[in-house]
């Protein structure tokens, strides 16, 4: 079974600080993605990536960025942690799809809780 | 705002009744995809539907698509208690898939 790994469960940080979260999948799965997901809002795309060193902004990219150094790692970063980033976090990854740029199936991590205090 | 939207946004059945979810969305779409998560986990891929397709069955699921209408609906027969999570239909469309808000099934053993 694909399995994509999200480096922790919960994670508490400060205002200011500078946070990594991490997501790794054992798929070979070209492409990968962050959401957030928050209480009556849904999930929604911070970023995406098709290919290693390649990222392509989601819905809410504003206070995020992205490395994608190596394929089967995708990482999230908060530059400058703010309170209204705190939120659940979900990485997924997935094979291409049968067309050009589509997913039809992704495989989701086990998300990570960050509080912002 | 978000692509998708679920209806309703909560839904309380007796075991043993069937369950119904809808999904409407916005603009043209590839395939569509419902999701199921149970609480604080990730989600996990229930079933897929192609834009040329307007009907899937997949065990006790059945998801029906109308492109013209843009909307889908999940069926979930004969539910069990293990069927309480929430479902989400998810949008796939310019290399991104967009969630709606999700329904909420609680079934009652």
């Known amino acids: 079974d694909v399995k994509v790994t999200q480096s922790s469960r919960y994670l508490v940080k400060r205002t200011g600080e500078k946070v990594f979260l991490e997501c790794v999948q054992d798929m070979d799965h070209e492409n990968m993605f962050w959401y957030r997901q928050d209480p009556g809002l849904g999930l929604r795309l911070i970023y995406f990536?098709?290919?290693?060193?390649?990222?392509e902004k989601g819905d809410i990219p504003e206070g995020y960025s992205v490395s994608r150094e190596k394929k089967e790692r995708f990482s999230l970063i908060l530059e400058s942690a703010s309170t209204n980033q705190t939120s659940m976090y979900l990485c997924?990854?997935?094979?291409?799809?049968?067309?050009?740029?589509?997913?039809?199936?992704?495989?989701f991590g086990s998300g990570t809780q960050l509080s912002v205090l | 705002s978000q692509q998708g939207e679920e209806d309703p946004q909560a839904l309380s059945i007796q075991e043993g009744e069937n369950a119904t979810m809808n999904c409407s969305y916005k603009?043209?779409?590839?395939?569509l995809q419902w999701y199921r998560q149970n609480s604080g986990r990730g989600l996990v891929h229930l079933i897929l539907i192609r834009s040329n397709e307007r009907e899937k069955h997949s065990g006790r699921l059945r998801v029906t698509l109308d492109t013209s209408k843009k909307s889908s609906s999940l069926l979930i027969t004969a539910s069990r208690a293990a069927d309480t999570a929430s479902y989400f239909c998810?949008?796939?469309?310019?290399?991104?898939?967009?969630f709606g808000d999700g329904t909420t099934l609680t079934v009652k053993p």
């Open positions: 990536s098709y290919d290693v060193k390649m990222k």
């Open positions: 998810a949008t796939d469309w310019a290399g991104k898939s967009t």
């Open positions: 603009t043209s779409i590839n395939n």
């Open positions: 997924a990854s997935s094979p291409p799809g049968q067309a050009y740029a589509t997913n039809e199936k992704l495989f």
